[in-house]
């Protein structure tokens, strides 16, 4: 680069955006879908390994995760949580920026969404009405909470140079802590002899669509769905998006092309601060009815980084991998009740999962020996 | 480089650091704070025990880093290294392990550790891996299978009490006051730390494998040119880092004796906070185990603050070295990073 030719270098932004986004889609499930597999199979090996039945194993995987139709409402909620939680991490991994704090901003946004409602109800009518009005304004709390604890490791980033995966866990680790101290403590609802806040009132929850779960509405899904919608025409067909995902894979060029990179980092964490804080609105109202102490919510957030990863950090492929994810883990649910296969299982073939996404070389190199195709290189 | 060339590279950060003693000393003075209660013998001993797992991560981390990986999954290996040495222990003695059985596991788990880091590294150096997202997998993994071994092995996340290492008594010089109690009567893990860490600094900066990991992170080209497996290399520097680390946290769990794997696991953030303490000490062996010193002895405050009547919530409290995490890296986080950390290397032949 060496003369000023901003029509150049927006050319070379184009290019690398349209390789980026439309760059073999057809790679990528293939890579997924064979991370999954391979993960799986080493699962199994393991489960043989430890003296149990892999087969039983796998039969418990597909009855826990969509024998009956409790099964299906838990795989649905799983996947409503993995499919929000997953896009607030592809809206930073796609734009280069690694949130890793999905966890910590999903449980500020949760605890700020509980507490908003239960400030705001008495001054508001009660019944369907009022419970809509609180529903939303605990939503955008949320969503504002998520944003603000995001938009700080983004700040730090972005003018101190500060390394956004460390901070970002640590941050984790601080709101699992405050919350768990505030929960205990300032915000315990009275007589409570758990530490929990007080439960948000009767009227102020989903409606079961469908499914009769206490812990499953479609309209939380149809929530998730609607943010995938939104997020995906945002990173794909506004400038704001546009200067993300270049920024994220050409920052150079995309600097040179007048994109303020250090706000953009601090736009991008915002976003997908936001999402989590949505994320965690929708954990309390639909699954809890409370806050209890974080470190027993899930860890929805950090399963989270598999999905997008799995997802190669689109928004839409986030769908099918937070299904996917939602079956795993009510497929842990279920083995945790009925086998005696330890669940924590799970949770390694998610890590192997991740493991094998990040070397998609290694498919590219072992594919053709093993007499697979299905590559289009 | 020598301690004094380091002081004076980095003048801002030794005057700073000494400024903040100087600062929270003051602020010791002027709030009244019983300051002997706080720094005490016994703080300083548990400050050096909580320092180690630290340490010997960072010193890892920090070799990988400058041959050019960045080892981001040091806090999985450190996970594995905890549940490896514990179930080890466990298989050797069973509920009563002798001293011999927990240096064995301890061996053990380091060995196990390298296996894996084995693993990591040909996904990273042979596979070129995306190093962040591969290193995030470990930790994942670890997450897992640390606590998944401790359910096949006693039916819950958590381990019953096995054995914690014995201290090492030196005859006579232990006798001395203060010196003696922190140095002669320690764990002996302290002190392999500490000989561990003047070790990785000698080869690093006096021997030639130090210089060529260097340059196998500032500029692998000459290093090949020169007729140096850049390659190879790296596989010896991310399998130290793997191995240091698992060996970290086979060290914690040595001294806390029972592995706990709820949460976070007992490793609780220890292998991040390493990272940070070799970005701290500027990739520098000795700095990075000051640093770890410095997270210690802030992991142990709240021990200190109840003896000295101090009232704050534990839970607070709890947070402290992670919140000087967010400080260090606020105020020290454009720390220059070796050239060719995270670009994958191709020789030409």
């Known amino acids: 680069m060496s003369d000023a030719d901003p029509g150049r270098a927006r050319a070379a932004v184009d290019r690398a955006a349209d390789r980026m986004l439309d760059a073999s889609v057809l790679q990528r499930v293939v890579v997924a879908t064979a991370s999954t597999a391979l993960a799986l199979l080493v699962g199994l090996a393991v489960v043989a390994a430890a003296g149990y039945d892999p087969l039983l194993f796998l039969g418990n995987v597909f009855e826990g995760a969509f024998g009956d139709e409790n099964a299906l409402a838990r795989t649905l909620k799983f996947a409503t949580l993995f499919i929000l939680t997953g896009v607030a991490v592809a809206v930073a991994f796609r734009a280069g920026v690694f949130n890793i704090g999905v966890q910590g901003q999903f449980v500020v946004g949760g605890v700020v969404c509980v507490v908003a409602i239960l400030r705001l109800a008495p001054a508001l009518p009660t019944g369907t009405a009022g419970g809509v009005a609180l529903l939303v304004l605990g939503t955008a709390a949320a969503a504002l909470a998520g944003g603000a604890y995001a938009a700080l490791p983004g700040v730090l980033k972005a003018y101190a140079g500060a390394n956004e995966i460390i901070t970002t866990i640590m941050l984790n680790f601080i709101a699992v802590g405050v919350v768990g101290y505030l929960v205990e403590g300032p915000l315990r609802g009275e007589g409570n002899r758990a530490p929990n806040t007080e439960r948000i009132p009767e009227y102020v929850e989903l409606p079961a669509v469908a499914f009769d779960s206490p812990d499953f509405s479609v309209v939380g899904l149809a929530v998730a769905l609607a943010v995938v919608a939104v997020v995906s025409v945002v990173m794909t067909r506004t400038d704001v998006g546009y200067d993300m995902v270049t920024s994220g894979h050409q920052e150079r060029a995309a600097t040179y092309s007048g994109v303020d990179a250090a706000r953009t980092v601090v736009a991008t964490m915002t976003l997908s601060g936001m999402i989590a804080g949505i994320a965690g609105a929708v954990f309390a109202v639909m699954v809890q009815g409370y806050y209890s102490d974080p470190s027993g919510v899930g860890t929805y957030g950090f399963d989270a980084i598999a999905v997008s990863l799995l997802a190669a950090n689109n928004p839409l492929g986030v769908v099918p991998a937070g299904l996917l994810f939602g079956a795993l883990d009510s497929a842990g649910t279920h083995i945790g009740i009925n086998s005696d296969v330890p669940v924590q299982l799970i949770d390694g073939i998610v890590g192997l999962v991740v493991l094998f996404v990040a070397a998609p070389e290694l498919f590219r190199v072992v594919a053709p020996r093993a007499g697979f195709g299905g590559d289009d290189r | 480089m020598s301690v004094t060339d380091y002081a004076a590279e980095n003048r801002v950060r030794v005057g700073s650091a000494a400024a903040l003693v100087v600062l929270v000393a003051a602020a010791a003075v002027a709030l009244d704070l019983l300051v002997e209660a706080i720094v005490t013998v016994g703080f300083v001993e548990r400050a050096l025990q909580a ?299």
Do not use: C
Not at chain 2, 195 to 223: D, F, H, K, M, S
Not at chain 2, 293 to 307: K, P, R, S, V, Y
């Open chain 2, 51 to 349: 320092a180690t797992p630290i340490a010997l991560a960072a010193i890892g981390g920090l070799y990988a880093e400058k041959s050019g990986v960045f080892n981001i999954g040091l806090e999985g290996f450190m996970v594995f290294g905890a549940a490896n040495a514990a179930a080890v222990t466990w298989l050797l003695g069973g509920g009563s392990p002798s001293q011999a059985d927990l240096w064995l596991a301890i061996l053990a788990a380091v060995l196990i550790s390298v296996a894996y880091a084995v693993v990591f590294a040909v996904l990273t150096v042979r596979y070129e891996a995306d190093q962040i997202v591969a290193g995030l997998a470990v930790w994942f993994v670890g997450l897992g299978f640390g606590p998944f071994t401790a359910v096949v092995l006693w039916g819950s996340r958590n381990s019953p009490s096995i054995a914690s290492v014995n201290d090492l008594t030196v005859p006579v010089l232990s006798a001395v006051p203060v010196v003696g109690r922190i140095l002669f009567d320690a764990s002996p893990l302290v002190l392999l730390t500490a000989v561990l860490a003047v070790a990785a600094w000698v080869v690093l900066y006096r021997t030639r494998y130090g210089y060529w990991i260097q340059a196998a992170g500032e500029n692998p080209e000459a290093l090949d040119t020169a007729g140096v497996n850049v390659a190879r290399v790296r596989y010896a520097a991310v399998i130290f880092s793997g191995a240091m680390a698992g060996l970290g946290g086979a060290v914690l769990l040595a001294h806390a004796g029972s592995f706990i794997g709820t949460g976070d696991t007992m490793v609780n953030g220890r292998g991040w906070i390493g990272i940070v303490a070799y970005l701290f000490g500027s990739y520098n062996p000795l700095g990075a185990a000051a640093a770890a010193l410095l997270f210690g002895g802030l992991d142990m405050l709240q021990i200190q603050f109840q003896t000295a009547g101090i009232d704050l919530p534990n839970r607070l409290v709890n947070l402290f070295p992670y919140v000087a995490v967010v400080v260090v890296l606020t105020f020290w986080g454009s720390t220059r990073m070796p050239a060719a950390v995270g670009e994958p290397y191709e020789s030409e032949e």
